[in-house]
């Protein structure tokens, strides 16, 4: 909870970072900088702070569709997109796919890119480990976090009821071997790896022991 005196500076310190095309800059020269993505990424945060405290915009928020990313323009194209991800990197393509989620998840049709992403994901889920990457045996940190990145896009606005594991439980055995046998070099992986355990225990059978 907020006390109400650092929620209001918060919006006020917020307020005057949205320029007239309703996106968010900090600063003014970015305006002619700043990549579609990482506007996307700036709006997205400005709104979830906004709804959060109770902000209203100085403008209107562009409009969905038409701000958005050419291979977001339709289902088709970002299918295209999505089969041109290498996953070498699973944690940075998990990003990119949460992030354009954010996105997605306010377009009308938002259900009709769930189906494509469903049916990209599942016949990609390596079968030993239950994650995502061009290594189909590796468990470690990166492919803890890529998979953690997939779930936090499938999880909210998701075809109702569905997340895409079908391998929830060697996503789970995976998930604990990194946590006692991996060696993490970034903080976030404090926090990446129980937040997928966490989101992967409503898709076993049993509780795990």
Not at 45 to 50: G, T, V
Not at 114 to 134: D, M
Request: with cysteine; charged share 20%.
């Amino acid at each position: 909870r907020f006390p109400p005196p650092v929620g209001e500076a918060i919006l006020r310190w917020l307020a005057p970072k949205q320029a007239p095309d309703g996106f968010y800059y900090d600063r003014p020269e970015q305006t002619a900088t700043l990549s579609a993505k990482q506007r996307i990424d700036l709006l997205g945060c400005a709104r979830r702070i906004n709804e959060f405290l109770g902000g209203t915009p100085r403008y209107p928020y562009p409009d969905d569709k038409q701000s958005a990313p050419p291979e977001l323009a339709s289902p088709e194209l970002y299918r295209a997109w999505l089969e041109g991800l290498a996953f070498t990197n699973p944690y940075g393509d998990g990003a990119m796919i949460a992030m354009y989620q954010n996105v997605i998840n306010r377009f009308p049709d938002r259900e009709d890119y769930g189906v494509v992403l469903a049916e990209f994901l599942l016949p990609r889920q390596n079968e030993s480990t239950g994650f995502w990457g061009v290594d189909a045996t590796r468990w470690d940190y990166r492919y803890v976090s890529g998979a953690m990145k997939i779930d936090s896009a499938v999880s909210s606005a998701w075809i109702p009821n569905v997340k895409p594991y079908r391998l929830g439980p060697q996503m789970w055995a995976s998930t604990v071997r990194a946590v006692l046998e991996d060696e993490g070099d970034q903080s976030v992986w404090v926090r990446n790896a129980p937040q997928l355990l966490l989101a992967t225990v409503d898709q076993l059978d049993a509780p795990p022991s």
